[in-house]
């Protein structure tokens, strides 16, 4: 059996695979780490043939709908799973059958409805329904700590108390523990009455998870995060550094735009000198007369480079093939101490 483990800050995802048919899956896969888990199929010599996810997840951004698009295999997720894009829904007693090595699901609501854990050969795939030392959260959209003790008592604590458990999330360094280490050691599962139980998880007091409504926005419908709409603009165009647009600019070079891109109040305050000025929102609105030249060089900017970076991109869609956007911001050109005009006072 193939095995990685594959650690994003908390969030644990996995690459499971069977040496002889070539075949793997990846569970709970991470936005960021996409390209790693390509890799490390293709070092291994297997296929990626199924993205799946444990859980809705509210604290990180899956990557089971932009992998599993781009490999054209099934996005697997419970079918309570409020996600329109799993292509493979499964429920209590299915097996996933990657090659030889079976997962076998349970559904283990209590952490979120649609949770579910993976029985593989001999080891465990606990989602957030169990962590090492600890559980899942239950005070998250979907969650129930009722059903959270039915889960774990009533299902998960009862298998081969041997079975490795690994967790979608670890803090602490840990990689891998057992049930029969949990059931000893786990504080929460001292609480073994289900009221005390209960209990203890609504009384604790945790702090919210970062990107909790953009995570669940992303998850439950599919779409993109910010940052992966940056980095999608950031990966389609060049950048020029702010050395070449300064030279450039003291050169007087008349077939360079250098186009701002931030509302006119920013603009009016102190912008690049010869800067032309058409901001971002109004950009599809006012292009045909500002830049009429589809064939002219254009660098674009804004404060940070995040807004310029969005705004090449769509420069390039339109068939402005020259269009580039600042390596920067006007935040950065300041503090180089580069010419800004009207000069500052
Ligand atoms: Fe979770």
């Given at each position: 059996m193939i095995f990685e483990q594959v650690a994003t800050g908390g969030c644990q995802s996995y690459l499971i695979g069977c040496n002889e048919t070539c075949i793997a899956a990846v569970i709970?896969?991470?936005?960021?780490?996409i390209e790693r888990y390509k890799a490390l199929a293709a070092h291994h010599g297997v296929r990626i043939r199924y993205v799946i996810d444990t859980h809705t997840h509210a604290d990180h951004f899956s990557a089971a709908k932009p992998l599993s698009q781009q490999l054209g295999v099934p996005a697997v997720?419970?079918?309570?799973?409020?996600?329109?894009?799993?292509?493979m829904r499964v429920d209590e007693g299915d097996v996933i059958k990657v090659g030889n090595v079976r997962l076998a699901v349970l559904h283990t609501p209590?952490?979120?409805?649609?949770a579910m854990c993976l029985v593989a050969n001999d080891r465990v795939f606990t989602g957030d329904t169990l962590l090492i030392g600890a559980t899942g959260r239950t005070?998250?959209?979907?969650?129930d700590p009722d059903q959270l003790y039915d889960s774990l008592?009533?299902?998960?604590?009862?298998?081969?108390?041997q079975l490795k458990i690994y967790p979608?999330?670890?803090?602490?360094?840990?990689t891998c523990s057992t049930i029969e280490e949990e059931l000893a050691s786990n504080p929460r599962l001292q609480k073994k009455d289900r009221a005390a139980f209960v209990e203890m998880m609504r009384t604790l007091s945790l702090s919210m998870p970062e990107h909790l409504t953009e995570a669940l926005r992303v998850n439950m419908s599919g779409g993109v995060s910010v940052a992966q709409l940056l980095n999608e603009a950031a990966a389609e165009v060049p950048f020029m550094s702010m050395d070449e647009v300064r030279a450039q600019a003291e050169a007087g070079a008349n077939d360079l735009i250098v186009l701002d891109v931030r509302e006119k109040e920013a603009f009016d305050a102190g912008h690049i000198p010869g800067a032309a000025h058409l901001p971002r929102g109004l950009l599809e609105l006012r292009v045909n007369e500002a830049l009429p030249d589809p064939t002219v060089r254009i660098v674009a900017y804004c404060d940070y480079g995040k807004i310029s970076t969005l705004a090449t991109a769509t420069l390039r869609r339109m068939g402005f093939t020259r269009a580039v956007a600042l390596d920067g911001g006007m935040k950065a050109w300041r503090e180089k101490g580069f010419p800004v005009e009207p000069a500052a006072n």
């Open positions: 709970d896969p991470e936005v960021r780490q997720a419970h079918r309570l799973s409020p996600a329109p894009y799993p292509t209590g952490h979120t409805r649609d005070d998250l959209p979907s969650g008592f009533g299902k998960l604590l009862k298998l081969d108390p979608a999330h670890d803090y602490k360094g840990h």
